[in-house]
T-cell receptor
Framework: DTEVTQTPKHLVMGMTNKKSLKCEQH?????MYWYKQKAKKPPELMFV???????INESVPSRFSPECPNSSLLNLHLHALQPEDSALYLC????????????????FGQGTRLTVV | RKEVEQDPGPFNVPEGATVAFNCTYS??????FFWYRQDCRKEPKLLMS???SGNEDGRFTAQLNRASQYISLLIRDSKLSDSATYLC??????????FGKGTMLLVSP
């Protein structure tokens, strides 16, 4: 089972709202990621958690706040977003942690399509 | 130089054709390599990992040339269902995947 589950699938929020995106995997994977993808562009890395610790923050604005409550869950808290933040937000996980080689292939959830109005 | 470069296409081929995609990467320390497939408005799905010796999975063959920093994907006997965007992905360590911009494939009847 290579399933990563994301909720909600679609989200419309106002610029003053606070919302959260959720991601769950039960594959025992050690690394979890948030990516942002705009139309006709490749996914852009936002955050990496390795062994439940934030390992990489790709200079993401503070209106995006990640949280890893345990090894299976990853949240992305959203506050005061801008219309340009509208995109597909993808969660992914991979078996390995901070190493290269095998175990670093990532499995993606179906994504949350976010629209900020 | 971009980290991972791909021809954006689109590649328009008839059913049954053989098509090849190429990808180059700039970081010589890169350690693992993948091809993903992404359908319109869907998530990327892992198609194949790419190993130095080359590997094959049914109609798909992937090859890696570390000396030239070059990765390829060959699709034989194309099906309509192969129409998608193919993303070349490189892991340079630290669990960071770098994506190419993708190559669009359109297979027609």
């Amino acid at each position: 089972d290579t399933e990563v589950t994301q909720t909600p699938k679609h989200l419309v929020m106002g610029m003053t709202n606070k919302k959260s995106l959720k991601c769950e995997q039960h594959m025992g994977h050690r690394a979890m990621y948030w990516y942002k993808q705009k139309a006709k562009k490749p996914p852009e890395l936002m955050f990496v958690y390795s062994y439940e610790k934030l390992s990489i923050n790709e200079s993401v604005p503070s209106r995006f706040s990640p949280e890893c409550p345990n090894s299976s869950l990853l949240n992305l808290h959203l506050h005061a977003l801008q219309p340009e933040d509208s995109a597909l937000y993808l969660c992914a996980s991979s078996p390995g942690g901070f190493t290269g080689g095998k175990g670093t292939e990532a499995f993606f959830g179906q994504g949350t399509r976010l629209t900020v109005v | 130089r971009k980290e991972v470069e791909q021809d954006p296409g689109p590649f328009n081929v008839p059913e049954g054709a053989t098509v090849a995609f190429n990808c180059t990467y700039s970081n010589s320390a890169s350690q693992s390599f993948f091809w993903y497939r992404q359908d319109c408005r869907k998530e990327p799905k892992l198609l194949m990992s790419v190993y130095s010796s080359g590997n094959e999975d049914g109609r798909f063959t992937a090859q890696l040339n570390r000396a030239s920093q070059y990765i390829s994907l060959l699709i034989r006997d194309s099906k309509l269902s192969d129409s998608a965007t193919y993303l070349c992905v490189v892991n340079s360590g630290y669990s960071t995947l770098t994506f190419g911009k993708g190559t669009m494939l359109l297979v027609s009847p």
